[in-house]
């Protein structure tokens, strides 16, 4: 499975954040606007995503910890030629268990994504993925996040542990990496 070091948080200042992003990313942003449905599974998360903008929609699997800060997040993505059928199959084999629709703003800096994403009912917020090599440790992807919100000026107050589904489906027991 691919690896990456996650953290999430509350985007209190989206259009300040959005600054100081562009000035740390030497290209313009990507801008997607996604639906991902998550599916009940036994362990970690599935969750099928689809694009707005034709790009080819993903099956995507992971598994992380529900807690703040910048946690490993092991995942495994495939891509889905018919997305309709796709999440018909799934929504019959398994229980649907939420749909977080998102525009998202990608930044790229080194091997850090910067993601800040505006959540239908959520609001903003800020995630990044520190993409890790087979033989980079997990602490030094640690450090980096902790270090790139730092540079962009996000507090520790902001932290957000689980994922968007489990923020709009507050009543659903948050799943736990196995």
Same mark, same amino acid.
């Given at each position: 499975?691919?690896?990456?070091?996650?953290?999430?948080?509350? &985007?209190?200042?989206? /259009? =300040? #954040?959005?600054?100081?992003?562009?000035? #740390?990313?030497? /290209?313009?942003?990507?801008?997607?606007?996604?639906?991902? %449905? %998550?599916?009940?599974?036994?362990?970690?998360?599935?969750?099928?995503?689809?694009?707005?903008?034709?790009?080819?929609? =993903?099956?995507? %699997?992971?598994?992380?910890?529900?807690?703040?800060?910048?946690?490993?997040? *092991? *995942?495994?993505?495939?891509?889905?030629?018919?997305?309709? &059928?796709?999440?018909? #199959?799934?929504?019959?084999?398994?229980?649907?268990?939420?749909?977080?629709?998102?525009?998202?703003?990608?930044?790229?800096? @080194?091997?850090?994504?910067?993601?800040?994403?505006?959540?239908?009912?959520? @609001?903003? %917020?800020?995630?990044? =993925?520190?993409? #890790?090599?087979?033989?980079?440790?997990?602490? @030094?992807?640690?450090?980096?996040?902790?270090?790139?919100? &730092?540079?962009? @000026?996000?507090?520790?107050?902001?932290?957000?542990?689980? &994922?968007?589904?489990?923020?709009?489906?507050? =009543?659903?027991?948050?799943?736990?990496?196995?």
């Amino acid at each position: 499975m691919a690896r990456n070091i996650e953290i999430k948080a509350r &985007a209190r200042q989206f /259009d =300040e #954040l959005r600054e100081r992003a562009a000035q #740390l990313s030497p /290209d313009a942003p990507l801008i997607f606007r996604q639906q991902d %449905f %998550f599916y009940d599974v036994p362990r970690g998360r599935l969750k099928l995503r689809q694009f707005d903008d034709g790009t080819p929609a =993903e099956l995507i %699997f992971y598994q992380r910890d529900d807690r703040d800060g910048p946690k490993a997040s *092991y *995942y495994t993505r495939s891509p889905v030629t018919n997305a309709e &059928a796709m999440h018909s #199959l799934l929504a019959t084999a398994l229980t649907t268990r939420g749909i977080v629709t998102k525009e998202r703003h990608v930044y790229l800096t @080194g091997r850090t994504r910067i993601h800040l994403d505006r959540v239908d009912g959520l @609001g903003d %917020f800020i995630e990044l =993925e520190v993409v #890790l090599a087979q033989d980079d440790d997990e602490e @030094g992807g640690q450090a980096e996040a902790h270090a790139m919100f &730092a540079k962009l @000026g996000v507090p520790e107050a902001d932290l957000v542990a689980v &994922a968007y589904v489990d923020l709009l489906n507050p =009543e659903t027991e948050p799943l736990k990496v196995a």
